[in-house]
């Protein structure tokens, strides 16, 4: 159990253009998501935390009109970059809690080169 | 706002072999939960052990195991019987509760030799 998926795994982009990362939580409901960026060799760093029909909350330095985080249902949470630029190059991953679960459950990531 | 060490970038052992990871971190928060994630070349991210801070009794899991100190602030973990399949990058990661955002140390690179 605990499952959770992302979509695309790896995607290649125009500078410019947007792009839409979906994390999906297939056997449990996901009152809240959180998505993280990771530089090669790095660690993962925390972008934003999303509950449910409520609007995300950014942690700081991350553009929220960039990186627009929709969490329309229990299952369901979407990363858009928006006006992607070469800089936007990285690894994105998503990780999704029940309720009442300290416990969270990794997406297997998404590769994102920006060209 | 909490922080985690990790203060060894690289590590390496020998199959069969025990090798401890450290772990630091700073918090005031006194019922906090922390774990030890492994990422291996694939990049996902899979949970390895977890500690809730309110149990004194260390964690165990087969071969992985903890040495939670929480007066030190300390959280390390011990792999026993090294495995090649045990090379990976291992995160220690702190969280306050339940829907609470987590937060990771920098990492350490394990490679297990032959």
């Known amino acids: 159990g605990a499952v959770v998926s992302q979509h695309p795994s790896r995607v290649i982009c125009k500078s410019g253009t947007s792009v839409k990362i979906e994390c999906r939580s297939l056997?449990?409901?996901?009152?809240?998501m959180f998505w993280y960026r990771q530089f090669p060799k790095k660690s993962l760093m925390l972008m934003a935390t999303?509950?449910?029909?409520?609007?995300?909350?950014?942690e700081q330095g991350v553009e929220k009109d960039k990186f627009l985080i929709n969490h329309a249902s229990l299952t369901l949470s979407t990363l858009t970059v928006t006006s992607a630029h070469p800089e936007d190059s990285s690894f994105y991953i998503c990780?999704?809690?029940?309720?009442?679960?300290?416990?969270?459950?990794f997406g297997p990531g998404t590769r994102l080169t920006v060209t | 706002a909490q922080t985690v060490t990790q203060s060894q970038p690289e590590m390496s052992v020998q199959e069969a072999e025990t090798v401890t990871l450290s772990c630091t971190y700073d918090?005031?928060?006194?019922?906090?939960?922390l774990f030890w994630y492994k990422q291996p070349p694939s990049r996902q991210m899979i949970l390895v052990i977890r500690?809730?801070?309110?149990?004194?009794q260390n964690a165990t899991e087969n071969r992985f195991s903890v040495n939670f100190q929480k007066a030190a602030k300390s959280f390390s973990l011990k792999i026993s019987d090294s495995q090649l399949g045990d090379t990976a990058m291992y995160f220690c990661?702190?969280?306050?509760?339940?829907?609470?955002?987590?937060?990771f140390g920098t990492g350490t690179r394990l490679q297990v030799t032959l």
């Open positions: 500690q809730e801070a309110y149990k004194q």
């Open positions: 990780s999704a809690s029940g309720t009442g679960n300290y416990e969270q459950y």
């Open positions: 918090t005031s928060e006194n019922n906090y939960y």
């Open positions: 990661a702190f969280s306050t509760g339940t829907a609470s955002k987590l937060t």
């Open positions: 999303s509950n449910e029909g409520s609007k995300a909350t950014y």
């Open positions: 056997d449990f409901q996901a009152t809240t």
